[in-house]
């Protein structure tokens, strides 16, 4: 089991930042990948960022060149630091992990991220 607690969600102007940060605590070994996804109002679950064990990262194309995925294993947390934010960033954001060997998903609670234009 994995438990994931996400911080850091608010209520910004547009051009604005945010960082998000996701705390990992349980069977953390078992973590392969762990990202970041959003969900606005009557729309679909999408991904935002994702980073590997191995620390390789990817992003969806709306946010490329403006957040950036991280984390630190010390304090097993994954960060996802977000400039230019635009209205429609505006979401809730989840944090993510990928387990296995036996394959399993883990999500944390979400956090509010509001952009005003």
């Known amino acids: 089991q994995v438990q994931l607690v996400e911080s850091g969600g608010g209520l910004v102007q547009a051009g604005g930042s945010l960082r998000l940060s996701c705390a990992a605590s349980g069977s953390i070994f078992s973590i392969n990948a762990m990202g970041w996804y959003r969900q606005a109002p009557g729309k679909q679950r999408e991904r935002v960022a994702a980073i590997t064990r191995g620390g390789s990262t990817n992003y969806a194309d709306s946010v490329k060149g403006r957040f950036t995925i991280s984390r630190n294993n010390a304090k097993n947390t994954v960060y996802l630091q977000m400039n230019s934010l635009k209205p429609e960033d505006t979401a809730v954001y989840y944090c993510?992990?990928?387990?296995?060997?036996?394959?399993?998903?883990?999500w944390g609670q979400g956090t509010q991220v509001t952009v005003s234009s």
């Open positions: 993510n992990a990928v387990v296995s060997p036996v394959v399993a998903y883990y």
